[in-house]
DNA sequence: CTGAAAGCGCTTACAG
DNA sequence: CTGAAAGCGCTTACAG
């Protein structure tokens, strides 16, 4: 491959002087910008990234972290992960996604070996080990999803509380009195997913201070333990007139589950939930719910890294950022 | 960060001692060695990612192509891309991930600059640009899903011809005489999904050569399209005995569809399929279907691509392979 | 407007 | 068993 000297020698010129019409950093004669561009293209020449990485101490790559668990419903993690990948691109990066089940690990090892400029974390729960790994790490990250102690760190998350008020506010308003609400598998939790009870209690304090009467439920995340699941509940409260539903998993499922009671909505049964327009898309879903924006929440994280590797030490004070959640009606619930 | 001259100076040894002892390329004394071992744990050392490319001309780094059809239908995507991450990982390579609308562009930018050592290109198209820039790279390359031209590259996908003839075989025994057979959106095959046609053409031989009459439609990959389309092939064809589907989003769809129309599988219908276990799992598909293996691929192209980073230039002849279709009996046939 | 030189942090022949 | 030195391919003060 040539080097920037072949590409200076062919010019007849010195190599920081191919260097800077790389980069204009400083002012260049026209005719030997020319007979450098020409030399440049003649040899195919590319900057090695490595060698550009030594001598500035940028990589021009962030580090994803997508923290997988298997056993999930999984279709929401693209949802995230495109967005930031275009969004990173636009910024001049490009991406080094980690899909390890070591997290804390696979962040020590690219931060460490500085193969990124910065980190965005998916999925982070309460006690996410990689956030203390991050605080100690050279470069900035930004998180999707809200840890225990934000102390520092630049959080992005959907605002649940919010969403669970919203919707419990739209079912109190057309009457309905008893309400079934449907959260995440319980192993979600134990794994410290905080926005489980934050939607959860937010719900619950709500329908409370109606007086409502609300029946919480944890969901399954694979069949057939879903369709079990609603069958069950469903026959244990045949006097709810609603359903909140906070389960990617189980919400996909519930079309064929309430064809087959012969329920129809929104005749018999309110149905709202929370997930994104294109997860709705794709499994056909036509109930009214919360937009869960995992678009706005991937790029936001990726703009506000961006920022903070442009300005190093003098960055601005980290910020916790909720994002206002916004209800689409799709006439499920009357 | 420490540097590895830190370490050397705090072990009381030379830079390259430090290193061999790092690497075991050559013999080091115990005593030597635990103080090196000490000196890295207490400065908490990790050698720099950029140094040691541009020292060893090797990145560890794999790029992957992922060249996405934003309006197609998603989900299949990450069961390739995630056993892709843990195959590479556990070679010690890690993924940088590219999305980029321009898939020759990106491909050129990663391998010119030297980002990474090897390639695995995604959904590979029968006239791929990003394939002869592959071949013009520097960098070894494999592809999942097979190009016209295949010369000189590692090919890996699954036999859609004789997945095809396996369903045809299947519905012929149970001795159905009229199929309906589902293709992809027919922008697919503008695209140059060559398998659409292979699997489509495989089919429509074998049926002729039965002597079944066989009808075959382009699916669609959206709603409400999805649902239209099937209602109004259903209504064309209601002779029909058994359907093919080779289309993630109609069969995704079809079980409402059936429901609403009172179809009743096998009793009233037989319905065959091709998609992955993980696939069937996330929709519940109850449906007899040729499994694809992603994750047979996607290691399979990971694994030659390893061994071809590794050889170097004294490697083994280029490999096209095809994946035996296996055929997952789910009782919906009869 | 341009060049010579130092330096980024590693690895690896070469020498002993 | 170990060290001194060259080199990987860039960027960027320093000098003119």
Request: charged share 25%.
């Amino acid at each position: 491959m040539a080097t920037i000297g072949d590409v200076a020698k062919a010019a007849g010129v010195s190599r920081s002087t191919v260097s800077y019409a790389l980069s204009g950093k400083r002012a260049i004669s026209g005719e030997t910008r020319e007979r450098i561009e020409e030399a440049i293209r003649e040899l195919g020449f590319t900057p090695n990234a490595g060698a550009r990485a030594l001598a500035t101490s940028q990589t021009k790559v962030i580090g994803l972290l997508v923290q997988f668990f298997r056993d999930e419903f999984s279709p929401a993690m693209l949802q995230y992960v495109l967005p930031i990948s275009d969004a990173a691109r636009e910024a001049g990066y490009d991406i080094l996604m980690v899909t390890e089940d070591d997290g804390p690990r696979a962040l020590k090892r690219i931060t460490d070996s500085d193969m990124v400029d910065g980190v965005v974390l998916l999925n982070v729960a309460e006690h996410d080990a990689r956030v203390p790994l991050l605080r100690g790490a050279r470069q900035p990250g930004a998180l999707v999803g809200m840890p225990h102690d934000t102390e520092g760190l630049d959080v992005f998350d959907l605002d649940f509380g919010e969403a669970a008020r919203m919707l419990v506010d739209h079912l109190h308003e057309l009457g309905h009195r008893e309400i079934v609400l449907i959260s995440p598998n319980e192993h979600v939790i134990t794994r410290g997913g905080a926005y489980v009870w934050r939607f959860r209690n937010a719900a619950l304090e709500r329908g409370a201070r109606y007086g409502l009467r609300m029946h919480s439920y944890y969901g399954e995340s694979q069949q057939p333990a879903i369709t079990e699941a609603w069958n069950r509940i469903l026959d244990e409260r045949p006097t709810a007139t609603a359903v909140i539903v906070h389960n990617d998993a189980m919400i996909a499922a519930l079309p064929p589950v309430l064809n087959a009671r012969g329920v129809e909505v929104p005749r018999d049964l309110s149905v709202v939930g929370i997930f994104s327009e294109d997860f709705g898309r794709l499994f056909s879903l036509p109930y009214t719910a919360i937009e869960t924006s995992p678009d706005k929440l991937g790029r936001a994280a990726v703009q506000a890294l961006v920022q903070r590797m442009r300005d190093g030490e003098g960055a601005a004070a980290p910020v916790v950022r909720f994002i206002a959640p916004e209800l689409t009606d799709r006439g499920s619930t009357r």
